[in-house]
C-alpha cells in the first residue's frame, strides 16, 4: 500500500486530485456557512475567491512543485476565471432553470471542470 501511494504522489494528476479534494472540502464548507446569511450567487463568488488563493498554494507548491514565480501568479487568476465562468453557467443552469439544490450544484461543476482547471494549470506552472 506504501508503495502505491509513493507511486500516485509521483503522478502530478493524483497531487492535483488530492490537493483539489482538499480546496474542494474547505471551500464547500465555507459556502454552505455562507448560504445562512447570503445567497448563492454571493456565497459562490466569497469561497471562489478564497479557494483561487489556497489552490494557488497548493498547486504551486504541492503539484507542481513550481519556481514560476511572478509568471504563475499573473497568469494564474485566468485559470480560475475561465473555471468561474463555466461554473457559474453550470450553477444558473442546474440551479435556476433545472431546480436542482443549491447545495450540490457546486460539487458537480467543480467535477465538471476538472480538466480544464489542471490543463490551464499545468500549462502555468510547467517550464517549458
Known amino acids: 500500500m506504501t508503495n502505491l501511494l509513493k ?3 509521483e503522478f502530478s494528476f ?3 486530485l488530492a490537493s483539489g479534494a482538499f480546496n474542494t472540502l474547505a471551500t464547500y464548507a465555507l459556502y454552505l456557512m455562507l448560504l445562512n446569511i447570503i445567497n448563492y450567487k454571493a456565497s459562490y463568488t466569497i469561497t ?3 479557494g483561487i488563493f489556497l489552490s ?3 498547486n504551486r507548491h504541492f503539484v507542481f512543485k513550481s519556481t514560476t514565480g511572478s509568471r504563475s ?3 494564474y487568476p485566468l ?8 461554473s457559474m453557467g453550470i450553477l444558473w443552469l442546474w440551479i435556476d432553470h433545472l431546480h436542482f439544490n443549491e447545495k450540490v450544484a457546486p460539487l458537480i461543476a467543480v467535477i465538471i471542470t476538472i480538466p480544464l482547471t ?3 494549470s499545468k ?4 517550464k517549458k
Open 14 to 16: 493524483a497531487r492535483f
Open 56 to 58: 494557488y498554494f497548493l
Open 123 to 126: 500549462a502555468i506552472f510547467t
Open 79 to 86: 485559470v480560475y476565471l475561465a473555471q468561474y465562468l463555466a
Open 73 to 75: 501568479i499573473l497568469l
Open 48 to 50: 471562489y475567491i478564497f
Open 7 to 9: 507511486r500516485l504522489h
Open 118 to 120: 489542471y490543463l490551464l
